[in-house]
């Protein structure tokens, strides 16, 4: 299995981690990724410039095009934002001639019908569940570990998503195959906060705080995501959530999917790049023995 890996602007800039834990993870279960590098996926733009957004987008679908091959998208932003546009190019004609014009000078003529997957699909879907728990040699027992899907693993609902939007399931079938207790909690599917940080960083790190102290009244060891944002506000603020809120007793270990399945295969935590993590990893690297 081969997928063209677009890493989009957030992982290669700030989140260094999960591009290192994807790089280590999926060559483990045969999947080849060759590197996409083609630029912003329009998503900062959608509500300013539409039609940047969707050339940017449609310009990112006739390179894969071109290249014959899927498109794997780690970012949950660049993810909808890929397919919100193949959706406007299929239901709109003129918009489609439009770009399809515009992108002529680059030698670019068709956008096909390309395949784009995110990172919990093709654990969940292609890889499977039962082939990841097949290669487990370092179980995550004795861990209760919560998953955040993200606003755009799960929505909107009028183009495809990675999971369900009532009821995701994906992450947690695939953490339960890694060993490790799973559970909900309320507003599972709820937002981390990240797209009001721009403009009102207060009130984005309040909300990513009130899911991570909830997590923490539900019992649970950590926290798993798939999205650089939601690991932003999760992962990266819990300093600043800790001074905004007062509650200096806010702290929970938050990992990429990616990195606990590493962890699972028995990986050297510094090829998953968990060092770069900035919550309390290191609480549930000592409980699993490998610090």
Same mark, same amino acid.
């Given at each position: 299995?081969?997928y063209?890996? $677009?890493?989009?602007?957030?992982?290669?800039?700030?989140? $260094?981690? $999960?591009?290192?834990?994807?790089? =280590?993870v999926?060559?483990k279960f045969?999947i /080849?990724?060759?590197?996409?590098?083609?630029?912003?996926?329009? *998503?900062?733009l959608k !509500?300013?410039?539409?039609? =940047?957004?969707?050339?940017? !987008?449609?310009?990112?679908?006739?390179?894969?095009? /071109?290249?014959? +091959?899927?498109?794997?998208?780690?970012?949950?932003?660049?993810?909808?934002s890929? *397919?919100?546009?193949?959706?406007?190019?299929?239901?709109?004609?003129?918009?489609?001639?439009e770009? @399809?014009?515009? +992108?002529?000078?680059? !030698?670019?003529?068709?956008?096909? %019908?390309?395949?784009? +997957?995110?990172?919990?699909?093709?654990?969940?879907?292609?890889?499977?569940? /039962?082939?990841?728990?097949?290669?487990?040699?370092?179980p995550?027992?004795?861990l209760?570990?919560? #998953?955040?899907?993200?606003c755009h693993?799960?929505?909107?609902?009028?183009?495809?998503?990675?999971?369900?939007?009532?009821?995701?399931?994906?992450i947690?079938?695939?953490?339960?195959?890694?060993?490790?207790?799973?559970?909900? $909690?309320?507003?599972?599917?709820?937002?981390?906060?990240?797209?009001?940080?721009?403009?009102?960083? /207060?009130s984005?790190?309040?909300?990513?705080?009130?899911?991570?102290?909830?997590?923490?009244?539900?019992?649970?060891d950590a926290?798993?995501?798939?999205?650089?944002?939601?690991?932003e506000?999760?992962?990266?603020?819990?300093? =600043?959530?800790?001074?905004?809120?007062?509650?200096?007793?806010?702290? &929970?270990?938050?990992?990429?999917?990616?990195?606990?399945?590493?962890?699972?295969?028995?990986? %050297?935590?510094?090829?998953?790049?968990?060092?770069?993590?900035? #919550?309390?990893v290191?609480?549930? @690297?000592e409980? &699993?023995?490998?610090?």
């Open positions: 299995m081969r063209l890996l $677009y890493l989009g602007c957030v992982i290669p800039t700030k989140q $260094y981690a $999960y591009e290192m834990s994807l790089r =280590a999926f060559p045969g /080849e990724l060759e590197d996409f590098n083609e630029g912003c996926c329009g *998503f900062p !509500g300013v410039n539409k039609k =940047a957004w969707i050339y940017m !987008g449609a310009r990112i679908l006739a390179r894969a095009y /071109e290249r014959g +091959l899927p498109i794997l998208t780690p970012c949950n932003g660049c993810n909808v890929l *397919f919100e546009t193949k959706r406007f190019l299929e239901e709109d004609p003129s918009l489609r001639a770009m @399809l014009s515009l +992108l002529r000078s680059e !030698g670019l003529y068709h956008f096909g %019908d390309v395949e784009i +997957l995110h990172p919990v699909e093709v654990f969940h879907d292609v890889i499977g569940v /039962e082939k990841i728990k097949s290669m487990v040699v370092k995550l027992k004795g209760r570990i919560a #998953s955040h899907p993200g693993l799960i929505r909107p609902t009028n183009v495809p998503r990675p999971d369900n939007n009532v009821n995701p399931q994906k947690d079938n695939i953490v339960r195959a890694l060993g490790a207790e799973v559970g909900d $909690y309320p507003d599972k599917g709820g937002c981390c906060g990240a797209t009001m940080l721009p403009f009102h960083p /207060e984005a790190i309040k909300v990513g705080a009130e899911k991570i102290v909830v997590m923490m009244d539900y019992g649970f926290v798993t995501t798939s999205c650089p944002y939601c690991m506000m999760l992962d990266a603020k819990q300093d =600043a959530a800790k001074t905004i809120t007062g509650n200096m007793d806010l702290s &929970l270990p938050v990992f990429y999917l990616t990195q606990l399945v590493g962890l699972a295969l028995g990986m %050297d935590p510094k090829e998953l790049g968990i060092h770069l993590n900035l #919550s309390p290191d609480l549930v @690297l409980k &699993l023995g490998v610090l």
